[in-house]
């Protein structure tokens, strides 16, 4: 499996304080079958400053480590961007950027509302280019509100990436009902972790939300999502998901007339 959302370079944000945390945390995700794993800080706590640089150089010294200590796991270097106003200006100066130097780009809008500048700033991403991945918008408030804020990004060409503990129930049962709906309706294209530490709901273990998704879209696209689609995201490659089920019941309606 392929985990593309991790907080598990050590002391730069909320997720791993110390290196032992990091080894812990991929250590639990091998042990969980996962041979990649994409390291996504948050930009903006870094009291240093973030770049593409300084990633890899953490990303480089991390994976050092790991081998060193014979855990099984490949890192890649990526960021969670707060999805802003000024992103524009942080991609062009450097301090924003996309999973492991290609096109797709994972950002995180804040939980508590659906900003009314998020089309705007999403629709800016891709006129440069990029693939915004929208980040867990299973916990965000105005999308638990109203999947259709979600759905009419992802008809415009974004992608949805479900947390792992969403769907187990991790982070509650609205949580957990509104992750298995967008599910149901093709709006989340990838499983990820969002792993903040070693074990607990923010753990980096893949396998258990894997199984509720297939409980709800068949074992073969459940899978792909931890699998040939995040693999695809890594190797910067076009591929196909599913349309919204709406958008597809509409189709067949009009064509029923």
Known sequence: MIDIHTHILPGVDDGAQSLEDSLEMARAAAADGVRTIVATPHGSEWSTGCNWPEVVGRVKALQT??????????VAPG????????????????????????RYILVEMPLNQFPIYAEQAIFELQL?????????PERNAGIQKDPQKLQVLVERGALGQVTAASL??????????????LLQR?????????????????????????????SIIGEERAKAMVAAIPAAILDNREFKVEPPLEARRRAWAFWGR
């Open 65 to 74: 480590e790991l081998d060193r200590s014979g855990v099984n796991v490949k």
């Open 79 to 102: 960021l969670e961007v707060y999805l802003a106003p000024g992103l524009a200006t942080q991609l062009e100066e450097g301090s924003a950027f996309p999973l492991n130097g290609g």
């Open 128 to 136: 440069r280019g990029l693939v915004p991945i929208v980040a867990h």
């Open 168 to 181: 187990s129930g991790g982070f509650g049962s609205r949580t957990r009902e509104t992750a298995r709906l």
């Open 186 to 214: 093709n709006l989340v294209h990838v499983i990820a972790s969002d792993a903040h530490s070693p074990a607990g709901h923010r753990s980096p273990i893949l396998s258990a939300g894997v199984a509720e998704a297939a």
